[in-house]
């Protein structure tokens, strides 16, 4: 879910570029020193970035019919790692606010904390955790993009109880008015996406499992593996 | 699927106005709205910016309110809770539920009130960039603006990578349809994932193919692109001046003010 444009008043909108710009800058960083040592990774990255762009923009299908898209972030947190991914998210976002007319300018800040920063990074962590504790490759990133989208929605409830705190309870009180609504709908979603992603790798693992050792995401004996339990 | 607000702008009329131009009018209009302390702020930007979209851009009016209903679910669920939520003083209405008091106070009211206003003059401003200025045109304005060589880079090539994949994808879930592939849960589940293996996949040898292209054609890093210089007219400037007294008047006479 994006923030709209003009929704969040100001010091918070302030806030959150003031949050978020950092770890983009760090990300740029990171991304030009990998430019600038592998320069055929540029239009890998394009090509990467438009892929997320147009993962999110399909429609899931969900039970009620309701428009909800994957967020893509957490599959790419996954292959890029967090801080590239920040980059791409926010590229992703401006199109997003300036071709789709979702999320906005002054909310950029606060929609990059949660889909470009925050739910990567959540995701990216419990991916190494869990694969250094020997958790199944599918079950892995089914859990790893399922948590990256449901804390995005956490972290944008969040991001509007901060900024229209109740009266009566303060953050708090209106913290779970919020996540109540946005959090708690976005369970089944964040169960869909994670499982599509899971499926996503599997069907790549298949056809095309030398991309996912050249990004480091699996060792060439753990692709071995997951191929003979295919067969 | 969807609906690219781009392949609008490419044929405004207002495209081949200055972009710092248009640019300064949208900074001024998001920057005005989001200060505001009073709805009408943002409502007066609302009528401007709809009216120069419309009018100037040459956008069909039946389109441009139907994007504009576009963030409508998401604003209406979060200005119930802040108006029930927000504000102390009295109540204006308040009712039951389970033995809890959910009032509104006019605070709270007011607060959501000033919200949606601002919106909704948010969203207008935003639109007004996007349905006249298509994004080619603002990628020299990233380079003017000193943005690293590699991430303008990398949004250049995206932008043409979008158009290409959302035709595949198109493509695909076009023939899945017609095959029935989206006809229940299961199968439309099935067909997504295969979409989505198959898009990365080729997304992917996509990317090889691009590189090898473009570095056999002596690719170093930096596409260089041509910058079209376009002097702000008169009427132009003159009209934009009239827009900003206009929204800076009502900014100075609403400070404060509420409506209930």
């Known amino acids: 879910m994006h923030i709209f444009e003009g929704f969040l008043p100001s010091p918070w909108w302030q806030a959150w570029f003031a949050i978020s710009i950092p770890v983009i800058l760090y990300g740029m960083y990171k991304m030009n020193k990998l430019v600038s040592e592998r320069r055929e990774v540029v239009p890998l990255l394009a090509v990467a970035g438009a892929f997320i762009f147009v993962l999110s923009s399909l429609k899931l299908p969900s039970v009620t019919g309701s428009s909800s898209h994957p967020t893509g972030t957490g599959m790419a947190a996954i292959l890029f790692g967090p801080a590239i991914t920040a980059v791409l998210g926010v590229i992703v976002l401006i199109y997003q606010a300036i071709f789709l007319a979702h999320g906005g300018i002054t909310t950029l800040g606060a929609n990059a904390a949660s889909m470009a920063v925050i739910g990567p990074l959540v995701a990216y962590l419990f991916y190494k955790a869990a694969s250094k504790a020997g958790m199944n490759f599918y079950l892995n990133v089914f859990l790893a993009t399922a948590i990256a989208d449901w804390v995005t929605y956490v972290v944008t409830s969040l991001q509007l109880a901060l900024a229209f705190p109740s009266a009566s309870g303060g953050v708090l009180a209106s913290f779970a008015a919020f996540a109540g609504i946005f959090a708690t709908t976005q369970v089944p979603l964040a169960i869909l996406e994670g499982a599509l992603t899971a499926l996503i790798m599997k069907y790549v693992v298949q056809i095309k499992s030398d991309v996912l050792v050249d990004l480091n995401v699996l060792t060439t004996t753990a692709v071995t593996k997951l191929k003979e339990a295919m067969q | ?260």
Not at chain 2, 96 to 118: K, P, W
Not at chain 2, 187 to 194: I, K
Not at chain 2, 228 to 256: N, Q, S
Request: positive net charge; aromatic residues 16%; glycine residues 8%.
């Open chain 2, 1 to 260: 699927m969807t609906y690219i607000l781009d392949d609008y702008a490419i044929l405004s009329p207002l495209r081949s106005k200055n972009n710092w131009l248009k640019l300064a009018i949208v900074g001024f209009g998001i920057l005005a709205g989001v200060s505001s302390s009073s709805p009408l702020v943002p409502f007066t930007i609302a009528l401007c910016m709809s009216f120069a979209t419309i009018n100037f851009g040459k956008i069909p009016a039946k389109f441009y309110f139907k994007i504009l209903a576009v963030p409508a679910g998401f604003v209406l669920v979060s200005i119930v809770i802040i108006a029930f939520f927000f504000g102390e003083g009295g109540n204006l209405f308040e009712f039951d539920v389970f033995g809890y008091t959910l009032g509104v106070s006019s605070q709270g009211l007011n607060m959501a009130l000033l919200i949606l206003a601002r919106t909704i003059g948010g969203m207008s401003c935003l639109f007004f960039l996007s349905l006249t200025t298509p994004m080619i045109e603002l990628f020299s304005v990233l380079k003017t603006a000193k943005l690293p060589d590699s991430f303008v880079e990398i949004s250049m090539m995206m932008y043409r990578y979008i158009f290409v994949f959302l035709d595949v994808a198109m493509g695909i879930k076009y023939a899945q349809t017609v095959r029935l592939g989206y006809h229940d849960f299961k199968t439309s589940f099935r067909s997504m994932v295969m979409l989505g293996a198959n898009l990365f996949i080729r997304s992917w040898e996509q990317g090889e193919k691009l590189y090898l292209s473009m570095n056999s054609r002596c690719y170093d890093g930096k596409l260089i692109m041509y910058d079209e210089k376009r002097p702000v007219k008169m009427p132009e400037l003159l009209l934009t001046g009239v827009y900003f007294a206009i929204v800076l008047t009502v900014f100075y006479f609403t400070r404060g003010m509420s409506f209930i």
